[in-house]
């Protein structure tokens, strides 16, 4: 990775080409779109919104002229790359302007939350409108129903579910962003600034305000918001992880080990570093103040 970001340092044309290259492979593969993001991320860091605009410019026509020759999947009219650059750009602006991970960290949720209001005010019916949108993006051949969707309880957490994406999106993009920024011109300066992340604990009140208001319009509703506000105390989760085992020299491989558990039990790894980052918000593991 530290090869990948000199490459992209190098010069604009360099970071042109590797935010359209992944940006375009994301139309078919979606997961690449966060290193187009992360590249945009970088040159913002380091050379400011001017020059990141730039780059997204000429990267963007790139990516569009990939999907009028070879069409993505259905159900995305738009390349989703574009929505997360302008997320992306957002939360690297505010790290710029404050050097704080946390008000990063608290501007996503504030995005999330603001995805999932204005599902609500756009669409109206948010259940129904994804079971299509699910139907839409099956794979040819997919035997699927919509009678069936509309039985399955999960399709009421997807509004929910996508706002979380949305989230963690943004912000492994932001901090991989950061992460090779500090390569480059700061070694050991993302770690540092990383374990810091620590969110007020007057937010945890805040939330369950939002949630008793979420409970005047449906459940749904509440269940979206709570979905949010895992995804952000999922990341002071991680840096309470990571500051313990800095704190504690503890191996490696402590730090490792849930990393590996999100791929294979992500339904119970994400609720537990939530849990662990939102009760730092009270005890405090790492001692930073």
């Given at each position: 990775m530290r090869g990948l970001a000199r490459f992209i340092m190098g010069g604009r044309v360099n970071a042109i080409f590797i935010a359209g290259f992944f940006g375009s492979m994301s139309l078919y593969f979606l997961p690449?779109?966060?290193?187009?993001?992360?590249?945009?991320?970088l040159v913002q860091l380091r050379k400011g919104e001017s020059e990141s605009i730039q780059v997204a410019l000429i990267a963007g026509l790139l990516i569009v002229i990939t999907l009028l020759i070879s069409p993505s999947r259905p159900g995305f009219p738009f390349p989703v790359v574009f929505a997360l650059w302008l997320t992306v750009s957002f939360a690297v602006w505010v790290l710029r302007v404050t050097m704080s991970q946390t008000l990063v960290l608290l501007s996503v949720g504030l995005i999330c939350s603001l995805f999932i209001v204005a599902m609500h005010l756009a669409v109206g019916d948010v259940v129904?409108?994804?079971?299509?949108?699910?139907?839409?993006?099956?794979?040819p051949g997919g035997?699927?129903?919509?009678?069936k969707f509309g039985e399955d309880e999960w399709t009421r957490l997807t509004n929910g579910l996508m706002a979380m994406f949305v989230g963690f999106a943004t912000m492994f993009t932001v901090l991989f962003a950061r992460w090779m920024q500090s390569v480059l011109y700061n070694p050991g300066g993302f770690a540092n600034e990383f374990i810091r992340l620590r969110l007020p604990r007057l937010l945890l009140?805040?939330?369950?305000?939002?949630?008793?208001?979420?409970?005047?319009?449906?459940?749904?509703?509440?269940?979206?918001?709570?979905?949010?506000?895992m995804m952000v105390y999922f990341f002071q989760g991680v840096a309470v992880m990571h500051g313990v085992s800095v704190a504690k020299r503890l191996h490696q491989g402590w730090v490792m080990a849930p990393y590996l558990g999100l791929f294979f039990f992500p339904i119970v790894i994400i609720p537990g570093l939530a849990l662990l980052g939102a009760i730092d918000t009270f005890i405090n593991f790492r001692n930073l103040e």
């Open positions: 690449l779109a966060i290193f187009s993001g992360a590249t945009l991320g129904a409108w994804w079971r299509e949108w699910l139907i839409i993006t099956q794979p035997e699927v129903k919509i009678d009140s805040l939330l369950v305000l939002v949630l008793l208001a979420a409970s005047a319009i449906n459940q749904e509703v509440i269940a979206e918001f709570f979905m949010v506000a």
